[in-house]
């Protein structure tokens, strides 16, 4: 007995080791991404454009990435699953525009962000979730990112979240902000904003 549990673990530990591989490399790639882009817009032009190409979630955006299940698409976002699931349901949804996180969003990204929850809410409807009160649609803050490649988590159930993956997926701390509240964010930026355009006629 106490063989079969042994040789579990070393089954599941097997299994992170290569999807946490994968997962560095897919960071790797990323940063690499950002680093020519930086280069690019410095003026040194003669770099290899192909290096632009060595983000594997714009990869997965142009559809050449014959590993990713995806699951649903538009013109500008599409939905697959996560490589490393945190629970029964865990899927990503991500721009096909390169969008480095969600520190970088904007008022303009709005009606983005709406698309790509509804996007997730459908998905976990077609993959058969019907309790969407124990869902969590929510991104990753930087440093706490392991693509630098937009991406939503949508996770579900909520409720059955593994334990020693739970605290990546706590609502409200410095690594994980819920979409809704993100949007909340924006939205009140862009009020405070029309509110200080309004000032500025005002006497």
Known sequence: MQYLIFKSQIKTLSQHRRSLTRRVSWQCSCLLKEVQSD???AGESNLDSSLLDSCIFCSIASEQDKEAKILAKTDEILCF?????AAPHHYLVIPREHIHSCLSLQRKHINLIKKMAE???RVLQTQG???MNDISLGFHKPPFISVNHLHLHVIAP???ICDFMIYKF???????ILEKDLRKRLE???KQQNAKSLNCFSW
């Open 39 to 41: 280069r690019i817009m």
């Open 81 to 85: 699953r996560d490589i490393d699931p």
């Open 119 to 121: 996007m997730g809410k």
């Open 129 to 131: 979730v019907t309790d």
């Open 158 to 160: 909520s409720s059955q």
């Open 170 to 176: 706590i609502p409200g701390t410095e690594s994980f």
């Open 188 to 190: 009140k930026s862009e």
